[in-house]
């Protein structure tokens, strides 16, 4: 079995003078992710490879999961997942992935990461809310038979 969490970046500033791709966390940011980090180290998740948009922060935001959730891998940063994408593009990102990981984070954005969890669920529309995380489990041994609507809701953490 493959998982995978899709994971919408934390509570940022509101600035006008800044660039959108470069807005921090906020205190409250920060403490959101510590909050849902102690959920899923209740749960006893082992993630192998975080994927994260280049946006300052969605890479804020992976670093502090990395660090909350002792991961001992480095972060994948790409820069499409901040701009648009098309579930093809992640499907091709899901299906590039090394047989030997098996829990995958995804950081990014809204409202294209809401529209990622229905397409590869299917039986729920989600709108996620800063640092929502859904985990999604695919009854697959290889990424490369990951395919839409195929995923299974293990928890939606709102």
């Known amino acids: 079995m493959k998982s995978i969490f899709l994971i919408r970046h934390s509570y940022t500033e509101y600035s006008y003078d800044k660039k959108d791709i470069d807005r921090s966390l906020t205190t409250e940011g920060y403490n959101r992710i510590n909050d849902q980090c102690k959920i899923l180290n209740i749960k006893s998740e082992k993630i192998d490879l975080i994927i994260s948009s280049t946006a300052l922060r969605a890479q804020q935001t992976a670093i502090k999961l990395k660090s909350e959730l002792s991961i001992n891998t480095d972060i994948k940063f790409i820069d499409w997942l901040y701009k648009s994408y098309t579930t093809q593009d992640l499907l091709e990102l899901f299906q590039s992935i090394p047989k030997g990981y098996r829990n995958v984070i995804i950081v990014a954005h809204n409202p294209t990461i809401s529209y990622m969890a229905t397409n590869f669920n299917y039986n729920r529309n989600y709108i996620f809310n800063p640092c929502s995380v859904l985990k999604l489990d695919f009854e697959i041994d290889k990424w490369e038979m990951l395919n839409i ?9 709102d």
Do not use: T, V
């Open 149 to 157: 609507r195929s995923g299974k809701e293990s928890y939606y953490l």
